[in-house]
């Protein structure tokens, strides 16, 4: 605070850490300012190792050249809806018995109920199991090879299950020629993606395979045949102006997407009612948009890989046991640690024992700069996950305080439109102790049982710190 609004506004009571103080002195009618702080907070000697660099004018220039150039690339990348295809044709090395989940790399052994829940719905869906007993039982015995959706250029919500015969959609990043793909969005309740197997789960996943895809695939063809694909990174940034933030929230973002696709689909219908089936699904599921937002957010972020001595987080991921980042500067390497339990509101008959700690890509959105960092652009979110409007645009602007810099496309109106907070600058997060915020849904610890709320939840910094650690050592190198 400096003189002029020391005056002017008078003093203010600064606390650090526990919040239940702060609200105290709230109610007592004083001014204050809360500082976040958790026990698990950034190391000391990090810490110093940081400002050492920053000091550092050769090395400081050299990371603020880097960084600059990965907020470029991020950027200027335009990802469009090239197609559509099943997965075992179009996703760079998916072959054989191989199974894609969100997050970090894990094996049988160490996934959480959801992620079990849904390798054994994906292996009932591919047929490779007759029953539920001998799908268990395949990935038990190491027959069937897992691997991160990351690691072949996909992502996928929550469990994020992508199997050889899955649909999904190929998005292009037309400023730098890379893919990503994702699976289409199956709508509500007892999905796959939250940990649901049932019968009725896999008939409805082969439902969209045999009826929702031809459809969309004739479309989305069409399209680009025109010279007309569609841009979803300008869906994006309208969707941001209605009152989504790209996570919890895609119902502009899905309309807009309806909108565009919507005559083709007419046009090119070989089965009038099975297109309207078709778009009854749609204009059903609010959350469609959000599979297609986390690809366009992968095909760019991947186009800022391997940019040396840029401290920009390029992947933040979780499994439902481990949450793991990746760095513009080293790709292919994880930082890893406990994924967080969300704090979540409940739906009605689950506590927060059901809650299984915190999974999915979809902290993809948060990496590319909206989700949880553009909260303030959404205030009809808070009846979903909690809290007041205030609070959605108070996390906003925290987020600018670890971000590189604001992003010039997505834009806030409530912030005078400010662009959304842009670029994770590893270094920023160990110097403010503050590491990035999530809003997100919540699985239930057993598999099977599916979603039991959402709500906001932060990423542990473990995984901040080593990866701090692994840059600063690779600068000297």
Known sequence: MNKESLFRE????????LERFNETLKEQGVPTYQQPWTPDHTPLSLYLRVKEV?????????????????????????PILHGMGLAKDVIPGLSGR??????????????????????????????????????????????????????HQAVGPMAGLISPHMPVFIVKNTAYGNMAYATMNEGFGQVLRMGAFSERVVNHLRWMRQTLYPILCRAIDTLRELDRPINLKSIMAQALHM?????????????????QIAPTLAETAEDTSKTADALRFLDSNDHFFLNLAMAGAKASLDACAGIPYSSIVQVMARNGTDFGIRLACLPDRWFTCPAAVPKVLLFPGFTQED?????????????????????????????????????????????????HSENRDYTIPALQFKGTPT?????????QNTTPILDTGAASKEAGRGQVGAGIVRMPSEAFIKAAQAFLDNLRT
Request: glycine share 12%.
């Open 355 to 403: 809650v299984n700690p915190d999974i999915g890509d979809s902290a993809i959105m948060e990496t590319y700069g909206i989700g949880g960092f553009a909260l303030a652009t959404a205030p009809a979110i808070v009846q979903f996950v909690g809290g007041t409007p205030q609070d959605a645009a108070n996390y906003t602007i925290e987020m600018y305080t670890i971000c």
């Open 243 to 259: 009152g989504d933030e790209m996570h919890n929230r895609n119902k502009a973002g899905t309309s807009l997407f309806i909108r």
């Open 423 to 431: 670029g994770i600058d590893l270094l920023k997060v160990i110097r």
């Open 98 to 151: 191989m199974l894609l989940h969100a997050g970090p790399p894990i094996t049988w052994e160490r996934m959480s109920g959801p992620m079990r829940g849904a390798v054994t719905g994906a292996i009932l869906y591919e047929g490779w199991a007759k029953n539920v007993e001998e799908a268990q039982g395949m990935a038990a015995r190491g027959d069937i090879v897992f691997d991160p959706c990351h690691h």
């Open 10 to 17: 008078g003093p203010k009571v600064a606390n650090i850490g």
């Open 54 to 78: 920053e000091r550092d004018l050769v090395l400081a220039e050299r990371i603020g050249n880097a960084n600059r150039e990965t907020l470029t690339r991020l950027q200027t990348s335009l």
